[in-house]
């Protein structure tokens, strides 16, 4: 029973990680064209300047952390203090205070994602780190993590879901202007939700008592992480596959209300797509622990590469069924790579340690989340410099939909705008996921090669050297950091 109440404790972090990264990706660009009417570029660069000031907070926050000593442990004391940061911010995103002019209305949601990315970072860089300190075990770790993607799945449910009926209910079922009240209101609800969740997380994780003197925080100590041959590989597996869910999801909205013209049912198929997720996070959480956790990519990735292809043949036509059906493909890889590179992750850590002799969970936490949200955050620039170049107009698309007599979507459904919005929706996700599983074939860091670094560890803490180990361990040991032995610490 303890240990389900510390994996429920842990997994409470990720219900803001999830949920409100979900609310961010699904409903922000949308929020910033259609409601606040800010250009398609602009509301992209304000997502991409956001993003370019959270990628660099985050190394830095994970130095922080690494060096913070309180009576509340080093990570645990940021989920406190963050709880009110964590409120305001997200509240902030979705409201401008009634601010008219559009080029402060840019500054001011430059601002509000800025302090966003913040508080998201205050909170989210010490809790990635935490986990490798509450167990080092490979396959409880994989519990864990497990655990908490079951959490972050059923919260981002709930938020692909709730918002858009709050927004519906209070502002009408028209995608524009008059949401702004709703949006208002499902942005406060959400923001006391998130402030909750990390207050049980405090009460409920803990922290090693040893605790290595951190080292110092410079260039070359987060560029040193590229020299874990471990953590080479694994960099673009993460990063391959979490833009192409970030773009995926900023596209989402588009596809559904534009190419396929079913707003109405967009919180269905989003749902259905996240609530497979959960149900197949279960599948790939046994085969992770049976055959590694890269072996879910090679379920996953191809199920969304061919669900991606199917999409060429989906237009205005097609049944809702179909629509959910190929949601719940996309699940299938989404629900493998959201397991495989978490949890990943935390053993990465342990390679580092034998390389090292410190514990660094901190700077690769941080720097992990920089890479991740910089190339984010061009890769968004870049899909809005891509409609804006299809010639999408947020102010000639509200009054084009806003009149049912003049529409005809048999005409629109051939206009470029529609077109490029479908490709994009297609071949990205095909590209980067390609990608993912090509790297995936060269993740080497498997339970038996993890064991064989634990015992390397301990090794050196007791004996000074690596020569107690037989050679198949000192194999292991050199196919996951990328090193031979004699040069392992130099």
Known sequence: ????????????????????????????????????GLPVVAASAVIFIGKLWDAVTDPIMGNISDKTRTRFGRRRFYFLIGIIPVFLSFVMLFYSFGIASINAKIAYHTFAYMFFGTAFTIVMVPYNAILS??????????????GRMLMSGAASLVAAVVPSMIIKGIGGEVNGPDQRQGYLIMAVAMATLFGLCWLVTFLGTWERAE??????????KWLSVFKNRSYRVFIIIFLSFQIAVDLMLALFIFYIDIVVLRYQDYETVIGVLLACSLIFLLMHSAVAKKWGKAAPLFIGMPVWILSSLAFIFVDTGTPLFVLCALAALIAIGSAAGNLSTWSMLTDIYDVDEIMTGERREGIYSGFTTFLRKFASGIAVLILGIGLGALGFDQNEYSILRSDAAEFDPASYAQSSIVNGIKWMFVLIPIILLTITLLAATKYKLNNKRFNSVLKGIETYKTQGDLHFLDNAELLDIQTVTGKFIKDLRQ
């Open 1 to 36: 029973m303890k240990n389900f109440k510390a994996k429920l404790a842990y997994a409470f972090g990720d219900i803001y990680g999830g949920a409100a990264f979900l609310i961010f990706s699904l409903l922000y660009l949308n929020f910033l064209v259609l409601v606040e």
């Open 133 to 146: 300190e509450m167990t080092s075990d490979y396959n409880e770790r994989t519990s864990f993590t497990t």
């Open 211 to 220: 605790l290595m003197e951190p080292a110092g925080m410079t260039l070359k």
